[in-house]
Nanobody
Framework: QVQLVESGGGLVQAGGSLRLSCAAS????????VGWFRQAPGKEREFVAA????????DYADSVKGRSTISRDNAKNTVYLQMNSLKPGDTAVYYC?????????????????WGQGTQVTVSS
């Protein structure tokens, strides 16, 4: 079992940066791939980024590629999402999720554990 808690969201102006954190509890976290997803009002939850269990393989959605970096510190049981050059279109609730397996995936259904989410609002 893995429990996840997101933090770091907030209100930022367009062009600004935020670093989201996903703190995990559970002995299997260090062997689990972790992903970030987001959901804007009236839209489906969508993939943002993912990192494999060891941190040496990452995937990004085209919408954030080049502006975001996902990383992890297994000693701290934490995964980070650094987001730069934020746009109003990035406004959403951001969720982290963990798989039971070590490889990355962009599919929501491949993730077994989910956090409660953190709100990111980008003003123009």
């Amino acid at each position: 079992q893995v429990q996840l808690v997101e933090s770091g969201g907030g209100l930022v102006q367009a062009g600004g940066s935020l670093r989201l954190s996903c703190a995990a509890s559970g002995r299997t976290f260090s062997t689990s791939a972790v992903g970030w997803f987001r959901q804007a009002p009236g839209k489906e939850r969508e993939f943002v980024a993912a990192i494999n269990w060891s941190g040496d393989s990452t995937d990004y959605a085209d919408s954030v590629k080049g502006r975001s970096t996902i990383s992890r510190d297994n000693a701290k049981n934490t995964v980070y999402l650094q987001m730069n050059s934020l746009k109003p279109g990035d406004t959403a609730v951001y969720y982290c999720a963990a798989r039971r397996y070590g490889g990355t995936s962009y599919r929501r259904t491949d993730y077994a554990y989910w956090g409660q989410g953190t709100q990111v609002t980008v003003s123009s």
